[in-house]
T-cell receptor, first 114, second 113 residues
Framework: KNQVEQSPQSLIILEGKNCTLQCNYTVSPFSNLRWYKQDTGRGPVSLTIMTFSENTKSNGRYTATLDADTKQSSLHITASQLSDSASYIC?????????????FGRGTQLTVWP | EADIYQTPRYLVIGTGKKITLECSQTMGHDKMYWYQQDPGMELHLIHYSYGVNSTEKGDLSSESTVSRIRTEHFPLTLESARPSHTSQYLCASNRGAGQETQYFGPGTRLLVL
C-alpha cells in the first residue's frame, strides 16, 4: 500500500533554532517528492521538489534531502522565524499514471515561539 | 503566489441546502483538482479534470459533483449538504504536461449545521 508517514506530528521550537522534519514513504514506482508549507487557513505552497537522482535541494532557509534507497526524506529549517509556523506536508508522486498520482502525508505542525 | 482563487473562504450552512464552491485560475492550466482535508489529516483527492468537459472521481468517495465548462472554472456542488460534509475543500491546478507541481487555492472551510 502506498503511504507517506511524517514525524513528528507536531513540534515547538524557539525562534532562531534549527529543526528537521522527517518523511518516510512506500510509494512505488517513485517519481518525485515535494515538501509543501501550509499556513493556517491557506492552501499548501510548494517549497522543494526532488526526483530520484537528487539528494539535496535548497530553497532559502529550507533544505530538503532524499534517500531513494531507504525511501526517506527530511526537511531542515535553519534559523527559524515566527513566519515558519505552519504545517509542512510531504507529498510523493508515483510514475504509474499520467495523472501523477499524489500521496500526501498528514503533515508536521511546526510552531515557532519568540 | 499562485493565481488560483476560491470562494467563499468560509461557509456556514444548514443541513439540506444546496451549495456550490467556486474555483477559478488564471494560469491557463488544463488540469484541476478538488481535495478534501480534515484538521490534522492528509489531503484526499475527490475530483479532478484533464480539461474542458472532462471530470473524474478521485480516490475518496464524495457526494459532491463537479463541472468543467470553461478552462478557468472548476466549481464543486453539493446538492444537499449534511454535517458529514463539514471539512476544508482545496482546489488545485497544474499544466497538462508531466507531473508538474500543483498550485493550491486558499481553500473553503465548510461547516454544515
Amino acid at each position: 500500500k502506498n503511504q507517506v508517514e511524517q514525524s513528528p506530528q507536531s513540534l515547538i521550537i524557539l525562534e532562531g533554532k534549527n529543526c528537521t522534519l522527517q518523511c518516510n514513504y512506500t510509494v512505488s514506482p517513485f517519481s518525485n517528492l515535494r515538501w509543501y508549507k501550509q499556513d493556517t487557513g491557506r492552501g499548501p505552497v510548494s517549497l522543494t521538489i526532488m526526483t530520484f537522482s537528487e539528494n539535496t535541494k535548497s530553497n532559502g532557509r529550507y533544505t530538503a534531502t532524499l534517500d531513494a534507497d531507504t525511501k526517506q526524506s527530511s526537511l531542515h529549517i535553519t534559523a527559524s522565524q515566527l513566519s515558519d509556523s505552519a504545517s509542512y506536508i510531504c507529498v510523493v508522486s508515483d510514475r504509474g499514471s499520467t495523472l501523477g498520482r499524489l500521496y500526501f502525508g498528514r503533515g508536521t505542525q511546526l510552531t515557532v515561539w519568540p | 503566489e499562485a493565481d488560483i482563487y476560491q470562494t467563499p473562504r468560509y461557509l456556514v450552512i444548514g443541513t439540506g441546502k444546496k451549495i456550490t464552491l467556486e474555483c477559478s485560475q488564471t494560469m491557463g492550466h488544463d488540469k484541476m483538482y478538488w481535495y478534501q482535508q480534515d484538521p490534522g489529516m492528509e489531503l484526499h483527492l475527490i475530483h479532478y479534470s484533464y480539461g474542458v468537459n472532462s471530470t473524474e472521481k478521485g480516490d475518496l468517495s464524495s457526494e459532491s459533483t463537479v463541472s468543467r465548462i470553461r478552462t478557468e472554472h472548476f466549481p464543486l456542488t453539493l446538492e444537499s449538504a449534511r454535517p458529514s460534509h463539514t471539512s476544508q475543500y482545496l482546489c488545485a491546478s497544474n499544466r497538462g504536461a508531466g507531473q508538474e507541481t500543483q498550485y493550491f487555492g486558499p481553500g473553503t472551510r465548510l461547516l454544515v449545521l
